[in-house]
């Protein structure tokens, strides 16, 4: 149990330095002071608190609403559920494979997949751009 992050041996030790400065006669009065002052600050507060529920209420309202409508809503048509559609790439491979062709794309897919290295200029073209 912490009150504004002050476990109960802390608690302890507080109310410890507080008996040895304030005396037992002035620690009931000074307790009693600081639990009005508690009081006081929640009854103030109140008012505003019960404000920015009323302003809250709209928005949680729909958020509710939406949470039920996705939750009841049906699923997405048209999304596949399995993986059964291979790249057509992929299918004229198997053909070919099938029939001990070769794959007319082959060579077009490789290309494709290939990365170009970016052109970089060499030692000799950039101190002839900045000359």
Known sequence: MNIFGIGPLELLVVLAVALIFLGPEKLPEMARALGKAVYQFQQMIEPFRAEINRAIEPV?????????????????????????????????????????EPA????????????????????????????
Do not use: C, F, Y
């Open 60 to 100: 949680e309202e729909v958020q509710r609403e939406m949470k039920q409508t996705l939750h009841s809503a049906p699923p997405a048509i048209g999304v596949p559920t399995t993986q059964s559609a291979a790249p057509p790439a992929t299918l004229d491979r198997a053909v070919a494979a099938s029939t001990g």
């Open 104 to 131: 007319a794309d082959d060579q077009t897919l490789a290309e494709s997949h290939t990365i170009a290295p970016p052109d970089v200029p060499t030692t000799e073209e950039s101190a002839n751009d900045a000359g």
